[in-house]
């Protein structure tokens, strides 16, 4: 009885070595290109940022410190970059733009949310093809 657990440990502890080797193996022959990675999160972060500060915009136009035009500039660098990173990941992924036609020209959250985990999937699923960013 006592070979025998021995005889199973054994087998189990060759097993998960085999299985660290496999993974060693992926991780060499990865070619991820970290420029795209650093791109890719970016803009994950901006429209993560976007709806975490949803408010940040009623904040804007309620600003005493600010004039009409700097509370302006402000709204559209926000909007813009909520477009930007948008049209990014709408290149490499699913993305249905009838979403950001809505009447708040914004994809809503929840579906944000399940985009944000299609895009992910994605990119973990492609990041040892070396992607390259389309202009």
Known sequence: MRKL???????????????NKKLDLERENCNENLIFKKEFFSNLSILDDYYKNKSKSTNIANDIQLNFEEKLEKLDKIKSDYYKAIRFFSKYSKTNSEHAGNYINQIPYNKYLNYR?????WYEKNKCKNLELIE
């Open 117 to 121: 985990k299609v895009w992910i999937n």
């Open 5 to 19: 657990r021995i005889i199973y440990f054994l087998v189990i502890l060759s097993i998960g070595c085999a299985g």
